[in-house]
């Protein structure tokens, strides 16, 4: 059985990359909503829409387990989702938990009463509808107590990455983090909250500097998702293989691809 993963658009393939690393022998279906892209600049309900549009496309290609590769479509879809409710056998997972169990230093699967941790000044870099739903600072109120989040949004960012400036996407996380710094001038922790941007951790630890610890999802989702197949054995699959789809021009989409991976990659239409 394939596990799906979906995301907005291309960042979406830095999770990809830490799953198949991490489990190389799982099938996995990864679709792409490039047509829609990017997601950061949407409203809420229609984030909702084109995620589940694009989850329920996964379900049908036979991936009972999605991954929201996508912390938009996390914070917008993810609760929503699982409280209109998902069909029996079904399961949708997000990316905010991982990270915040991490920063937190809980287990995964801990729900024991929020607590005081050792970090208190978090800085959270995101698109504008994942700062605007405040979905990291609800997750992370579940696990700890007495924490300052300053969220950041980075605009231009998304877009820059998938039409391949990475000079522009840098000058803008530099432009960015200097604008975090007016609001919070220490920060102790940074969160990556989008999974464009782990392509850009170095800019990001080169501008906020040495004392600050920075947060990036690719290795953490897929550590969590190894560990919740191992407790659900029924949800995983063999063989291995990795099928790329697009609800996009599927060559352009293969070609921006190829950049980001730095290899070749066939996407094929939804």
Not at 36 to 51: E, K, M, N, S, W
Not at 124 to 144: G, I, K
Not at 228 to 233: F, G, M, N, V
Request: aromatic letters at 8%; proline letters at 6%; a negative charge.
């Amino acid at each position: 059985m394939a596990v799906g993963i979906f995301d907005s658009g291309l960042g979406g393939l830095t999770v990809l990359e830490a799953v198949n690393a991490r489990l190389p022998d799982q099938p996995i279906v990864y679709l792409g909503d490039n047509a829609h892209a990017p997601y950061g600049v949407r409203g809420q309900d229609d984030i909702y829409q084109l995620t589940r549009d694009g989850v329920q496309y996964l379900w049908n290609c036979g991936c009972d387990l999605v991954v929201l590769a996508c912390n938009t479509a996390s914070a917008a879809a993810l609760r929503r989702m699982q409280e209109a409710g998902v069909p029996q056998g079904k399961r949708v997972l997000g990316v905010f938990v991982p990270l915040i169990e991490a920063l937190t230093e809980r287990e995964w699967g801990d729900n024991s009463p929020p607590r005081g941790v050792a970090i208190r000044h978090v800085a959270l870099f995101a698109t504008p509808a994942t700062v605007a739903s405040r979905a990291f600072q609800r997750e992370l109120a579940f696990r700890a107590i007495g924490v300052d989040v300053e969220a950041q949004a980075c605009g231009g960012v998304v877009d820059a990455i998938e039409d391949g400036d990475m000079i522009l996407a840098g000058a803008l996380v530099r432009s960015h983090v200097e604008a975090l710094r007016r609001k919070l001038p220490h920060p102790q922790a940074a969160v990556l909250g989008c999974t464009h941007y782990p392509l850009l951790l170095n800019v990001f630890s080169e501008a906020l500097g040495p004392d600050v610890t920075v947060y990036s999802q690719p290795a953490l989702v897929a550590e969590s998702l190894a560990y919740y197949l191992q407790r659900h054995p029924q949800m995983a699959g063999t063989g291995g293989g990795i099928s790329y789809v697009t609800t996009g021009d599927a060559g352009r989409v293969s070609d921006r691809a190829a950049l980001f991976l730095n290899r070749p990659v066939t996407f094929h239409s939804a």
